[in-house]
């Protein structure tokens, strides 16, 4: 018996469509991680994770919060954060897929309802069909649609909270919610919850998150990753002291977890302080957008661009993509190809991700090679 054969077969298939994924190490010049505003290599970072080190700090947490995982450092940074963010409260997990996963399956309860846009990352769908909540989605960005789907949800006997889950900016096709309006049938409906994920560091006053307006509402609960712009590991839920208090006490994949380093504390720690003292590589990065969408438009005019930092250039079937992700590497640009079904059938794409570890002359040349390399496709 062959008991490796069916993961044979789908591996094979996978080839096959061109879906196929493996690890590739970093190399070239950096267009697509999300450390955005260039923090991971920062010294404030190294040095507070050092300095936490010679005060007797420990690498691991050795255990979950509700055991001996609950430390110093951890503890204060969440107080810091709340009061950075504007919430009231903030509890820490290990990264932004387990954070959104946890709330979803946590707090709607039987009888609600969550309330999804169609381009919601995968951890919130995960957490959705975990959860108690009876799920629907709504197109993107349509918030008419969302009011659909709640009308008729009601009409049809529903009487809970409506719990309406949402990404500030899309990581995959570099959109923005329309968070005024998605906050104003929350104040009707229920609850709004906001994954900040790459907004947070970028955008808002000191880098607070498109949010900002939002944060320290009963009813709004934002999501804060600590491992993309901030540089570090783990995430951040900020929320109405009682929301967090019942994660607490009712939150599986926090109670039954290891708590994250607390050096990742230290980390995130440090990051705030320099959103707040370094605004000029905001002010970089939006000027890396500017230029690129500029050299685009006059170089490769068919081709749509964002308003944000994230570039999703649509090449359309997998192997065309890949192939002119492999070209772009050659030239020394690490440009990854996005495949289904982390984007829809027909839409592979390039996720450019401008970030301050290349320069803008870089920028500039990887608009030209992508001109050169276009019209082959």
Not at 40 to 59: F, I, K, N, Q, Y
Not at 244 to 256: A, T, W
Request: include cysteine; hydrophobic fraction near 40%.
């Amino acid at each position: 018996m062959d008991r490796l054969a069916p993961f044979r077969q789908q591996l094979d298939a996978l080839a096959q469509d061109d879906r196929l994924r493996r690890l590739n190490l970093r190399q070239g010049i950096d267009f697509s991680s999300n450390d955005y505003i260039g923090l991971a290599s920062h010294p404030a970072l190294a040095d507070a994770v050092r300095d936490a080190l010679r005060s007797g700090t420990p690498v691991g947490a050795t255990g979950s919060r509700l055991l001996r995982g609950h430390d110093d450092v951890q503890a204060a940074f969440e107080a810091k954060a709340a009061r950075f963010f504007g919430a009231e409260a903030a509890l820490g997990f290990g990264g932004g897929y387990v954070a959104n996963f946890a709330v979803l399956t946590t707090l709607p309860q039987r009888g609600d309802l969550l309330l999804m846009d169609d381009l919601s990352h995968a951890s919130t769908h995960e957490g959705a069909r975990a959860g108690r909540a009876t799920q629907q989605m709504f197109r993107h960005n349509d918030v008419g649609h969302a009011e659909d789907q709640i009308r008729a949800w009601r009409q049809s006997g529903g009487t809970g909270a409506v719990w309406i889950a949402v990404e500030s900016l899309y990581s995959m096709d570099g959109d923005f919610a329309p968070l005024a309006d998605l906050a104003g049938l929350a104040d009707r409906e229920g609850f709004l919850l906001i994954d900040e994920a790459h907004a947070t560091g970028v955008y808002g006053p000191d880098g607070r998150g498109l949010s900002h307006a939002l944060e320290g509402r009963e009813n709004v609960l934002t999501l804060h990753t600590l491992g993309k712009a901030l540089g570090g590991s783990g995430a951040l839920i900020c929320a109405a002291r009682p929301l967090i208090d019942f994660l607490i006490n009712r939150c599986r994949p926090f109670i039954f977890a290891t708590a994250p380093s607390p050096l990742m504390a230290a980390a995130g720690s440090a990051a705030l302080d320099l959103l707040r003292s370094e605004p000029s590589r905001r002010d970089r990065l939006a000027g890396y957008v500017r230029d690129f969408r500029a050299e685009l438009a006059r170089r490769l005019p068919q081709v749509a661009t964002s308003n944000s930092q994230i570039m999703p250039l649509i090449v359309g079937q997998n192997g065309p993509t890949m192939d002119l992700a492999a070209r772009l590497q050659d030239r020394g640009f690490d440009v990854r190809g996005i495949r289904p079904p982390t984007v829809p059938q027909g839409s592979s794409r390039l996720r450019v991700s401008l970030n301050l570890n290349a320069t803008a002359a870089d920028v500039v040349r990887l608009a030209e090679t992508l001109e050169e390399f276009w019209p082959d496709m």
